[in-house]
């Protein structure tokens, strides 16, 4: 019996992604605006729709909170805003302290992965601006709803989402906050896409690569 051959990857690279997201962004009119790529995935795919459309870039920086490393995440934290929770998830008395720690964790994560990415420094100026948060692929929509969350104390006056590829479940619950969505591929798989990507180079390489674009943005 011969191996199932694994799923073809919807983009060649992250990096192509990127451009066509981009000129997606572009052909919409956002020219003026500030993208923002969520750590780790978003960072390269923002920062080449940036260059596609010849805009501003920076990283904003988010983690999932998670009961477990292999359940699905219950909520995500961005940057110092209050956590974003998924509202259907209503947790016994029995979890309190295990969520209570999650949430610890995640922002945690955060604040490490602020001296990564941003070296502590504050985002670009986000006061009065058109911010498009971008991610790498949106199964679950808590993350890029934190994010939206923390761009939105930082002053920004509108605030879209983008991704190359996302759930419907997560499009919809995107969408249904009332954010301008932009995603070219919709899938309607829970677990999403194994590999979006043909240069996915598993996670700690992605995470240098991203890291060495997101300190080029400063």
């Known amino acids: 019996m011969t191996a199932s051959q694994p799923r073809p990857s919807l983009y060649p690279t992250k990096s192509s992604a990127g451009a066509l997201l981009g000129q997606q962004l572009a052909a919409r009119g956002y020219q003026s605006c500030i993208l923002l790529g969520i750590t780790p995935e978003g960072v390269e795919i923002a920062a080449n729709a940036a260059k596609a459309m ?32 998924d509202p259907d998830f209503q947790p016994g008395m029995s979890l309190i302290e295990k969520l209570e720690s999650a949430i610890d964790e995640s922002r945690a994560r955060v604040k490490q992965d602020l001296i990564l990415y941003r070296t502590q420094r504050p985002v670009k100026k986000l006061e009065g601006r058109h911010a498009v948060i971008v991610d790498g692929q949106v199964i679950f929509p808590w993350r890029v709803l934190a994010a939206a969350k923390a761009v939105e104390q930082l002053g920004a006056k509108q605030i879209s989402i983008a991704t190359p590829v996302a759930t419907e479940a997560a499009a919809e619950r995107i969408r249904a906050r009332r954010f301008d969505f932009i995603c070219p591929t919709i899938m309607i798989e829970t677990e999403g896409h194994p590999m979006p990507y043909g240069d996915s180079a598993g996670d700690t390489p992605e995470r240098l690569k991203s890291i060495m674009i997101a300190h080029q943005a400063a």
Do not use: H, R, T, Y
């Open 54 to 85: 010849g805009a501003q870039f920076d990283v904003i920086v988010a983690s999932f909170i998670k009961l477990g490393s292999n359940l699905a995440p219950i909520g995500a934290m961005a940057e110092s805003a209050p956590a974003e929770m």
